[in-house]
């Protein structure tokens, strides 16, 4: 993969952690990673220094001509939903699309991409209190307020600012492949995989305190078996509860089942065999967990909307070489 770049907006009045999902996950030089890297450019629409929330200023040589010319070109959130998003930044992001570069959105950034006309026809989706508001506003845009993010090919959006991570991760799991994702995502110390599909919020309080030391012992063996048989009397076994008391203390902490989270894990184990290997994707089924085959294949197209084997061929297609 020639290197590419990647361009994020910033802008007077932004909390440094807008920008911050960008740079981390683009900017960083990760020395354990055996890639060639994204040259990043933080850009401004003025030359002049903007405050950033908590008294600091930044200042960047890089405008919007340089924002424009970028292979990836990233608005993270925009001052304020309600505010006409200025002709410059307009210009700027169709001039970028009409070039063939890729268009992100994080959080409000997605009104940015409605006001260039970028979101028409297409699915969008946007953090859950601003769905509405765009809906309203730009009603030939498909506006589905539940995803953590969209992928459209060529635009892409993300819910709040937290699921920009799972988008950022996602492009490079496009780019290079899940191996390299899931090294960025132990860098930084979050799930390397949340499908775009996975609900933005959960209705249900958060708990008191953290993932308690039980459903993490039980998720962690899990983990080093998924190619066996696990049902929730395995996990409550190796978390020293009862099935009963388990399931209760999963939900709580975790927000889902453990038979989602099961899936979600070895899908994940698959996406690295599919990429790095030549097994059959029946060897990868059951290498994965799956009982079936079949099975894999319906819940693989569920997650990443296509089959293993099409997976398989667009991934190589992509690697240099």
Known sequence: MPQRTVSVLAYDGMTAFEAGIVI????????????????LKVCTETPDPIRVIGGATLSTPYGLEDFAAADTVVVPSIANPAQTISPQLVEALRRAHTRGARIVSICSGAFALAAAGLLDGRRATTHWRYADQLRERYPAIKVDPEPLYTDEGDVLTSAGCAAGLDLALHLVRKDLGAAVANAVARRLVIQPYRSGGQA??????????????????SLGWALEHLAEPIGV?????EAGLSPRTYLRHFTRET??????WLIAQ?????????????????????????????????????AVKTSPSAYRRTFRERRPG
Do not use: C, N
């Open 233 to 237: 009397p395995d996990l409550a076994r």
């Open 200 to 217: 933005q919020y959960i209705e249900s309080p958060m708990p008191p305190d953290p993932i308690d030391a039980p459903v993490a012992r």
């Open 255 to 260: 927000g889902t089942t453990p038979a989602r």
């Open 24 to 39: 981390e996950v683009f900017g960083l030089v990760w020395p354990d990673i055996d890639e060639p890297w994204y040259e």
């Open 266 to 302: 070895r899908i994940q184990a698959a996406l690295a065999m599919l990429e790095t290997g030549d097994a059959p994707v029946e060897e990868i089924a059951l290498a994965a967990g799956f009982a079936t085959p079949v099975t894999f294949r319906h819940h693989f197209a569920k």
